[in-house]
């Protein structure tokens, strides 16, 4: 039986590598058309959905072995996320300044939300009505309204505006052209408070047993944790090359894709220690793939 | 690619030790993903002009053409090559092209159509990173010699192209001694069929540096010949000099050609004669041979706009 990959998004090379996840080596190199960036599963687990921005395609591909299954023309695919209750997919489109609304399943466009600009990162409230997405050029953040196709409002939140992660009834959002992740309420968008974590601030990440967030902070190149529920900032890992997406092995250690190093550094959590993998260049989208034998059957 | 290894981890350690942190500084960090795009065509850039410069200077130094008391004259060409292959140049292009090809790609596939690529044309070509490169920079060759060929044949065009040939003292360091409004009109020229024919982003920069690189060599004041066969292969130093001859200037010129000689073989513009002949252009005045940067600029508007007199 195969053993189990990861799946790493080589963005600057119009590449997908897969790595083995035990060996924690390359063992294939699948090519795609232009600029990859980010990868998203589907709700049922059936399709792992790759976004590759300028060649205007998202690719479903098996979320086990990683083959590309389709090949659907979708306009300027960055960023990617599902609804919590898995019936729309908000796709990001940074370089054209657009977030598309899609019905889950069909991939039928439902609406188009010009927003300037750079729309970048997405998450969502609990009951699913709300998109909430940074807008990375302008220095805010907006809250979509996804019953009534509407924009509730747009807020400054801070320069450059990256990561956004709903967390205990507010919207955390990473603040890349600072050192903070900005706490935003919600209902109004008003800034409550800022926690320090780095300069370059960028992306926001939370522990599979929901204790821990975890900060990827661009400029400094380190990793913070913040305490979830109170945003005490725990501890910081030093992570060289450009930190940016990460993911959650099964025995406790972090693999986060390094954008300017042609690697994935693998940290320990326990002791702070990076091992690093080489991959292709600029690595940004990660994913671990579902196990062979646990792939859910339709 | 194990080649370009070194390069990118030049590029990588530039962009996360100086580049990430001066946008950060300056309040520039929505830049931050496309700058990577920057720092690797500076590093490719600077890494050519070594290149070029080891591969040419001792060519030039053991079969020169031409022995010249002073080479005053090209210094400036070296500041026009370092503006434009490691500086300006390479962020201003590399920017605009990736903002354009966002641009029309993501309205044609807003009208529902598909982008044009050669992959999609030739599937075969997904994969093979090398050849389709290949097959975008000999497409490009084909565009940039009727370019070039057109600039000769328009009077107006000619009044800014003559900067590249008036310089007599020719050597790799000529090729990128360029007006700079002739410089906007072949960035367009080359913009525009790289996105018809669906250039990646990535690819842009390095096919721009490729393709500059083997006219920096075409045009070095060396006795170089590629043989019978070779020069019918690739341009060389002997045949591009034939097309900066003091006798070729303006609507007379022969071997348009930037690398490759198939298209002047096919348009019968072709020369292949053995001769290493003075280069210049008799009908530009002295500003555009000897004079400074700005000297030689102005010389081009003021003949674009019939300020002076010539032949």
Same mark, same amino acid.
């Given at each position: 039986m195969a053993q189990r990959a990861v799946l790493v998004v080589n963005s600057a090379e119009a590449s997908l590598s897969v790595v083995d996840l035990a060996t924690q080596t390359e063992r294939a190199?699948?090519?795609?058309?232009?600029?990859?960036?980010?990868?998203?599963?589907?709700?049922?687990?059936?399709d792992l959905l790759l976004g590759d921005t300028a060649a205007n395609e998202m690719l479903f591909l098996d979320p086990v072995s990683f083959a590309i299954k389709k090949r659907m023309t979708v306009?300027?695919?960055?960023?990617? $996320?599902?609804? #919590?209750? /898995?019936? &729309?997919?908000?796709?990001?489109?940074?370089?054209? =300044?657009?977030?598309?609304?899609?019905?889950a399943g069909s991939y039928r466009l439902l609406h188009r939300f010009p927003l300037k600009s750079m729309p970048s990162h997405v998450d969502f409230s609990p009951d699913?009505?709300?998109?909430?997405?940074?807008?990375?050029?302008?220095?805010?953040?907006?809250?979509?309204?996804?019953?009534?196709?509407?924009?509730?409002?747009?807020?400054?939140? $801070?320069?450059? #505006?990256? /990561?956004? &992660?709903?967390?205990?009834?507010?919207?955390?959002? =990473?603040?890349?052209?600072?050192?903070?992740?900005?706490?935003?309420?919600?209902?109004?968008?008003?800034?409550?408070?800022?926690?320090k974590t780095g300069k370059g601030a960028h992306q926001l990440f939370r522990s599979p047993d929901g204790k821990?967030?975890?900060?990827?902070?661009?400029?400094d190149s380190t990793s913070v944790t913040l305490d979830a529920t109170t945003l005490a900032p725990i501890r910081t890992y030093k992570i060289p090359g450009g930190p940016d997406d990460l993911v959650f092995a099964p025995d406790g250690r972090i693999w986060y894709t390094l954008r300017f190093a042609r690697e994935v550094g693998v940290l320990d959590p326990k002791s702070g220690a990076v091992q690093t993998i080489a991959v292709g260049r600029s690595p940004h989208g990660i994913f671990i793939g579902l196990p062979p034998k646990t792939k859910p059957v339709s | 690619?194990?080649?370009?290894?070194?390069?990118?981890?030049?590029?990588?350690?530039?962009?996360?030790?100086?580049?990430?942190?001066?946008?950060?500084?300056?309040?520039?960090?929505?830049?931050?993903?496309?700058?990577?795009?920057?720092?690797?065509?500076?590093?490719?850039?600077?890494?050519?002009?070594?290149?070029?410069?080891?591969?040419?200077?001792?060519?030039?130094?053991?079969?020169?053409?031409?022995?010249?008391?002073?080479?005053?004259?090209?210094?400036?060409?070296?500041?026009?090559?370092?503006?434009?292959?490691?500086?300006?140049?390479?962020?201003?292009?590399?920017?605009?092209?990736?903002?354009?090809?966002?641009?029309?790609?993501?309205?044609?596939?807003?009208?529902?159509?598909?982008?044009?690529?050669?992959?999609?044309?030739?599937?075969?070509?997904?994969?093979?990173?090398v050849a389709t490169f290949l097959l975008y920079a000999i497409i490009l060759d084909f565009s940039e010699y009727w370019r070039h060929r057109l600039s000769h044949v328009f009077n107006w065009?000619?009044?800014?192209?003559?900067?590249?040939?008036?310089?007599?003292?020719?050597?790799?360091?000529?090729d990128d001694r360029n007006h700079l409004l002739d410089e906007v009109i072949g960035f367009v020229w080359f913009m525009a069929v790289a996105l018809l024919i669906g250039v990646p982003p990535m690819q842009f920069p390095f096919l721009v540096l490729l393709l500059r690189l083997l006219e920096s060599l075409s045009h070095a004041n060396t006795r170089l010949s590629f043989g019978w066969l070779g020069e019918r292969l690739l341009?060389?130093?002997?045949?591009?000099?034939?097309?900066?001859?003091?006798?070729?200037?303006?609507?007379?010129?022969?071997?348009y050609g930037a690398v490759l000689p198939w298209w002047d073989m096919i348009f019968r513009t072709a020369d292949f004669s053995a001769d290493y002949v003075e280069t210049g252009d008799p009908t530009a005045e002295e500003a555009m041979a000897t004079g400074s940067y700005f000297a030689q600029q102005w010389a081009g508007v003021r003949r674009l706009f019939g300020m002076t007199t010539h032949a």
């Open positions: 190199r699948i090519p795609v058309l232009r600029e990859p960036h980010h990868v998203m599963l589907t709700p049922d687990g059936q306009a300027d695919p960055y960023q990617l $996320g599902f609804t #919590p209750d /898995g019936k &729309m997919l908000i796709v990001n489109g940074l370089a054209r =300044a657009q977030v598309d609304v899609y019905e699913s009505t709300t998109a909430y997405v940074s807008l990375q050029g302008t220095g805010k953040l907006a809250a979509l309204d996804l019953k009534a196709m509407t924009v509730k409002w747009t807020a400054d939140v $801070g320069k450059a #505006p990256a /990561g956004v &992660m709903w967390n205990n009834g507010r919207v955390l959002v =990473a603040i890349m052209g600072s050192d903070d992740v900005a706490v935003v309420n919600p209902a109004t968008g008003t800034v409550e408070r800022r926690i821990l967030l975890y900060v990827n902070n661009r400029v | 690619m194990t080649l370009t290894l070194p390069f990118d981890l030049a590029a990588g350690f530039l962009q996360e030790h100086l580049v990430l942190p001066v946008l950060y500084a300056l309040d520039l960090m929505d830049w931050e993903e496309i700058s990577f795009g920057w720092s690797l065509f500076a590093v490719y850039g600077a890494a050519q002009v070594v290149i070029t410069y080891a591969v040419c200077l001792p060519l030039e130094r053991l079969r020169p053409v031409e022995r010249w008391p002073d080479q005053k004259a090209v210094s400036v060409d070296i500041l026009y090559t370092l503006i434009s292959r490691v500086g300006l140049l390479p962020l201003v292009t590399f920017v605009l092209f990736t903002q354009a090809q966002w641009a029309l790609n993501g309205w044609l596939t807003d009208h529902d159509i598909v982008p044009p690529t050669l992959e999609r044309l030739m599937p075969f070509l997904i994969g093979q990173p065009w000619y009044s800014l192209h003559a900067l590249h040939h008036a310089q007599r003292q020719m050597t790799f360091w000529s341009i060389s130093p002997r045949f591009h000099r034939a097309h900066h001859g003091m006798l070729a200037a303006g609507v007379r010129s022969v071997n």
